[in-house]
């Protein structure tokens, strides 16, 4: 199994990115999906996820309104949409999936993790 990232950057305060997770070896509708982000000397932690219907989706309070998660089971893509990025977004972002339940807060409840794309945000 291996998940890939994709879409990471550097940009300004209150620009826009699009992260892209895909993967293979996997049954890509069978799962959940999250995000989660970490920063330097700080723990791994929850930003978004969605299940496998694609309705159920849940976020980060600092980030609602302004991150959005979607999937297209037809693409086999998991996206995170970042608007009006702030400074302390700044992080190495990670997609993961879940195969039992629905998308999750905690980094424990996922099976397979990708290696991570750097999102950079300067004032």
């Known amino acids: 199994v291996q998940l890939v990232e994709s879409g990471g950057g550097s940009v300004q305060a209150g620009d826009s990115l699009r992260l892209a997770c895909t993967a293979s070896g996997l049954s890509f509708t069978w799962f959940s999906w999250g995000w989660f982000r970490q920063a330097p000397g700080k723990d791994r932690e929850f930003v978004a996820a969605?299940?496998?219907?694609?309705?159920?989706?849940d976020y980060q309070d600092s980030v609602k309104g302004r991150f959005t998660v979607f999937r297209d089971n037809a693409e086999e893509t998991a996206t995170l949409q970042m608007d009006s990025l702030k400074p302390e977004d700044t992080s190495i972002y990670y997609c993961?999936?879940?195969?039992?339940?629905?998308?999750?807060?905690?980094?424990?409840?996922?099976?397979?993790w990708g290696q991570g794309t750097q999102v950079t945000v300067s004032s």
């Open positions: 993961a999936a879940r195969l039992h339940g629905r998308g999750s807060v905690d980094v424990a409840d996922y099976d397979y």
């Open positions: 969605i299940g496998r219907s694609g309705v159920e989706t």
